[in-house]
């Protein structure tokens, strides 16, 4: 079964900003994640191995506070990912659906549907009627 079955001479939207995001997240999340990293190591380095007991708590701190940026930015990273994603598939050639027959056509009906006539529509598959 083709899930993406493209419709066919369908007109593809322009490309955007969100070629030029997808294409710039690989540095951004090595940035993202190098930078703060540095950031600690130099604190590490620079701070006395036999530190107080303010000290030490203080370096502690860092390290979660780097921690927390990092998850953080790898988050945000895979969400303007995802948003890339689905953007591109939106521009994209349309596909094609399953069809679903609606009974009403283009203007609501007078009266309910009844189950006999649903049934009908898709003869062999079971309706809930509850």
């Known amino acids: ?32 994640t190098v930078l703060p990293l540095l950031a600690l190591l130099a604190l590490h380095v620079t701070t006395e191995p036999d530190a107080s007991g303010s ?24 969400t303007v990912a995802i948003g890339c994603v689905i953007v591109m598939v939106m521009k994209g050639p349309a596909y094609i659906a399953d069809s679903y027959p609606v009974s009403h056509g283009d203007r609501p009906r007078a009266t309910i549907e009844t189950p006999e006539e649903a049934a009908a529509v898709r003869p062999g598959q079971p309706r809930d009627t509850a």
Request: zero cysteines.
């Open 1 to 32: 079964m083709n899930w993406l079955q493209k419709i066919p001479h369908s007109v593809r939207a322009a490309s955007g900003l969100e070629w030029a995001l997808w294409r710039k997240l690989p540095m951004i999340a090595l940035l993202g």
């Open 55 to 78: 000290q030490a708590r203080w370096l502690q701190m860092a390290d979660f506070f780097v921690g927390a940026v990092l998850v953080f930015h790898w988050t945000m990273v895979i």
